[in-house]
């Protein structure tokens, strides 16, 4: 039995390894396009982790050449501006997503004049919200005082702080409508395509800050060419995508409809909602372990937090390029594979997240006092509630993502809208109770009722094959008739 399971497990790694291939599969028949689409989907995970390992080696190196040039105070006055950008991160209004999923059902169908209509809509859409946040930071700048609104004093601070503003924001907003060649290619489940990009954008970014520094330039120069890096890979990507590969894409004013315009504006407003709530409903944690804890319990909260994040961060690489998969795939009709894909990534995420929390669990003090030292020593509670609630979310990850490729987005807002009231209510109310531990299982008793139940029921009735089948012909995953 022992070699038989051997030889199976060989088998299994063999045909992962036959998926790493960059010449695509045939597209013709049901086994050839599910090959395919374990391709991309493999691909995308290896090229995603690829980047994220070139991001951090550029930060390992960025970040102690610019604190040693700039200084405390001007370093941290970027970091402040770069975190205050990053509350932005909801300004293109979840178009980007709603792309994502309009792209794919086109896809499934054949349809290059709904997936242009779909591009251009979505394009001067995020043009216009670009332009008017230009034009509302336009009139804001002279009214704000910029040193002190981020509490700089020195004077070559104080002379470069609104440059530096104005330099990081015109960044962010060129990214808005740029970026939709990223949500474009995810859509044609090409993620691999844009980690390579990312991670092009990161090494320019890279150049240009030692460039920079190697000149003596001033900070918001040395903003210019970190941000920067990343929309001039946009701008080379933008022309790879839509000059050669898909020049039908191209966005034109005259490909915009009433159809595939307010498609995308009601997919993007739901993707808006759950970005929103997901957004407070876990970013609060610090915030209220800080009030009602105590602000020197944050670091054993956040610290231990940290370190299980990583579990649903790794387990993401692999499931989240199958949202595009879901949604070209039922678009196509090949209903089993959608069913028996969601299923393998619900037991798969379980099973890695059941292993790595348990050990996390168990030997968690011992890891983080190698890690961070003796300072932070958080309590068995406390890490099996984070376990626990690793656990959960990895799962509802999944589900998250199979809704996602069906367009069922609507009842994930209802249902996050009523999580996120009802779990920070429970975590301020468990953390005064039991302390830190209660954040945690706030979130895992508001979690579990508010959305896990719902959507798990509603998964079960859908991954009936018929209710599959009935789902495939809505509105929706047929796409834009205009």
Request: with cysteine; hydrophobic share 55%.
């Amino acid at each position: 039995m022992e070699a038989i399971e051997r030889i199976l497990q060989f088998k299994r790694l063999a045909q992962v390894v036959s998926l790493m291939r960059l010449r695509p599969f045939e597209n013709t028949t049901p086994e050839s396009r599910s090959r395919e689409r374990h391709r991309r989907v493999v691909l995308t995970a290896v090229a995603s982790a690829s980047a994220q390992g070139i991001s951090i080696i550029t930060g390992l190196i960025s970040v102690p050449l610019t604190i040693g040039y700039l200084g405390k105070e001007r370093y941290g006055l970027w970091m402040t501006m770069s975190s205050a950008v990053a509350i932005l991160g909801f300004a293109d209004l979840g178009m980007g997503n709603g792309l994502v999923s309009v792209i794919s059902t086109a896809d499934g169908k054949d349809d290059r004049d709904a997936a242009g209509r779909y591009v251009s809509s979505a394009f001067f859409l995020m043009s216009g919200v670009a332009a008017i946040l230009a034009f509302l930071f336009a009139i804001a700048y002279p009214l704000i005082p910029w040193p002190q609104a981020f509490n700089v004093t020195s004077a070559l601070a104080v002379s470069e702080v609104g440059p530096a503003v104005s330099m990081l924001t015109g960044c962010f907003l060129l990214t808005i409508p740029l970026g939709i060649v990223y949500k474009v290619r995810s859509g044609y489940q090409e993620g691999f395509t844009n980690s390579a990009w990312l991670a092009v954008g990161n090494l320019i970014g890279l150049g240009g800050v030692l460039l920079a520094i190697y000149l003596k330039a001033a900070l918001p120069l040395l903003i210019l060419a970190m941000a920067g890096g990343p929309v001039v890979a946009m701008l080379l990507s933008s022309a790879a995508m839509f000059g050669f590969k898909r020049p039908w894409l191209r966005p034109r004013f005259r490909n915009v409809t009433k159809i595939a315009l307010k498609k995308v504006l009601h997919l993007g407003s739901l993707f808006l909602v759950l970005q929103v709530t997901l957004a407070i409903v876990y970013s609060s944690d610090n915030i209220i372990v800080a009030h009602v804890v105590g602000s020197g319990a944050v670091a054993e909260y956040a610290v231990t937090a940290k370190m299980f994040s990583l579990t649903p961060i790794l387990i993401g690489m692999v499931i989240r390029p199958l949202w595009p998969a879901y949604g070209e795939s039922l678009s196509r009709g090949d209903v089993e594979w959608v069913r028996n894909t969601f299923l393998r990534s619900l037991k798969l995420g379980l099973f890695v997240a059941l292993s790595i929390s348990t050990v996390l669990v168990l030997f968690g003090a011992q890891i983080i006092n190698l890690w961070v030292g003796p300072a932070v020593a958080p309590s068995f509670y406390l890490l099996l509630g984070l376990g626990i609630w690793t656990v959960i979310m990895t799962a509802g990850d999944a589900m998250a993502i199979f809704l996602n490729g069906l367009s069922i987005i609507r009842f994930q807002a209802a249902c996050a809208v009523v999580m996120t009231c009802v779990a920070v209510i429970l975590k301020v109310v468990l953390a005064r109770w039991i302390g830190l531990p209660g954040i945690a299982w706030g979130m895992i008793i508001g979690y579990s009722l508010c959305s896990a139940i719902p959507v798990g029921a509603l998964l079960w009735r859908l991954t009936e094959r018929n209710r599959l089948d009935g789902l495939a012909n809505n509105p929706i995953i047929q796409g834009d008739q205009a």
